[in-house]
Each structure stands twice: as structure tokens, then as C-alpha cells.
């Protein structure tokens, strides 16, 4: 699908950043705040597998996951109007950082590695990138990937914000830049 010519205020909004960091959560409430379509790639690929992904990753392996990732992001990404969650390893794809930039505006969601410590109890089961990992190699991978999320159109610091806080700020920051962006009447 062609999507040339998609208006700042139609294109899809790509949301990035580290596994846990609230792509998911804060990105659904963000599609009902902006009345847009809520895609999350990570429940996409798993309904396409019909398993969920500690067990895509055991019976098919990583690459094939990796590459319906691609598949799906390529497809939703071409689309207007979306808010589309991607799973935390997707940017290190090269092919997918670039149709999201140059379709979509890549929202980065960042967190301190202090914040987001407190959370990895809640992760550790329905990730099988962190299952592997000690702590301190998880602090490895998460500021190796800090570089991979610096391509962004985008960034906010979820730190002190609570989801429904997150989703609020960002669809005023999104309304008031597309005022902004607007032309204006003569
Ligand atoms: N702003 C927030 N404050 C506190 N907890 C949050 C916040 N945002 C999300 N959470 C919690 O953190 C956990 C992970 O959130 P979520 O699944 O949205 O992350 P994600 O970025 O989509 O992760 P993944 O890359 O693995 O898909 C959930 O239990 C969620 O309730
Ligand atoms: O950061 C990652 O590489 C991943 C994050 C999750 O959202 C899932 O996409 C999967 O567990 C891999
Ligand atoms: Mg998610």
C-alpha cells in the first residue's frame, strides 16, 4: 500500500521503546484518547501463531518471530490513523526503523533503568528475552538498546507518570502540534 501524501494529522503513530516500558498500556489509552485504531504487534503475532510468545520463540525460534514482525509492522505502518505498539526488539530491525520513519511518527517512550528495574517481576514470565538474562545483563541489553530507540520523532520520559498521566500529556502534546501544523485561514 502507497501512502504518499498522508497529512501529519493522519499519520499512523509508532510507538518504541524498552520491553515493560508501557508501549502496550499507554499506547491503547492514547488510541482512545485520539479515536484512533489501537494495533499491538506483539498480540498480532501471537494470534497469528495462536500461541503466545515464550512459546513462538521455543517451537519457531526468534528469527521467525523477528519475521513476522517485519511483516506486520510493514503492513500497519502504511496505514492512517493507527496507534501501533511494537515490541521492544523491533527497531533492530533496520527495514522496519525505516518504513516507521518515513511513514509514521515514531514515539519513543523512555524510562530510567532505576524506574524500570522496580518492574521486572512483572515481566519476567511473558518475556523470553529477560527469562535468559541476570539483572545486570538486562541493564546491558537495556542501554545497548537506548542507542537503537535514539531514531525517534519523539521522546517522553514515562518516569513519573502513571499510564492514564502518559496518555493524557501525549495526546494534548500530539493535538496542540497538529494545530500548530495546521494551515492557517488566510
Ligand atoms: N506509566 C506506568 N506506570 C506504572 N506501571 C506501568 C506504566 N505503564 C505500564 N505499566 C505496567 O508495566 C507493565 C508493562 O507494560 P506494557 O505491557 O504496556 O509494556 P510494553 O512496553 O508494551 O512491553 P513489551 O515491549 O514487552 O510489549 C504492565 O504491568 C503495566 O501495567
Ligand atoms: O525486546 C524484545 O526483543 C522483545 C519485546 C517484547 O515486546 C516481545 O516482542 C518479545 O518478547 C521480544
Ligand atoms: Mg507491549
Not at 516507521?100 to 517481576?121: G, P, Q, T, Y
Amino acid at each position: 500500500m502507497r501512502n504518499f501524501g498522508l497529512s501529519i494529522r493522519e499519520k499512523s503513530i509508532v510507538c518504541i521503546g524498552f520491553m515493560g516500558v508501557g508501549k502496550t498500556t499507554v499506547g491503547k489509552l492514547l488510541a482512545q484518547k485520539l479515536y484512533r485504531s489501537f494495533v499491538d504487534i506483539d498480540a498480532e503475532i501471537e494470534k497469528e501463531f495462536a500461541m503466545p510468545i515464550p512459546q513462538i520463540f521455543e517451537v519457531y525460534g526468534e528469527q521467525a518471530f523477528r519475521a513476522k514482525e517485519k511483516e506486520l509492522i510493514v503492513k500497519y505502518s502504511q496505514q492512517p490513523l493507527n496507534i501501533i505498539s511494537v515490541g521492544g526488539g523491533a527497531f533492530l530491525q533496520k527495514e522496519i526503523q525505516d518504513i516507521c520513519m518515513a511513514n509514521c511518527i515514531v514515539l519513543f517512550l523512555d524510562i530510567s533503568w532505576e524506574s524500570w528495574k522496580d518492574r521486572v517481576h512483572i515481566l519476567i514470565d511473558n518475556r523470553p528475552l529477560l527469562k535468559e538474562r541476570s539483572l545486570e545483563e538486562i541493564e546491558t541489553l537495556f542501554l545497548e538498546r537506548q542507542t537503537i530507540y535514539s531514531l525517534n520523532h519523539s521522546k517522553f520520559q514515562v518516569d513519573n507518570f502513571k499510564a492514564e498521566e502518559a496518555a493524557d500529556y501525549l495526546a494534548d502534546a500530539l493535538k496542540l502540534s497538529w494545530e500548530i501544523h495546521a494551515p492557517q485561514p488566510q
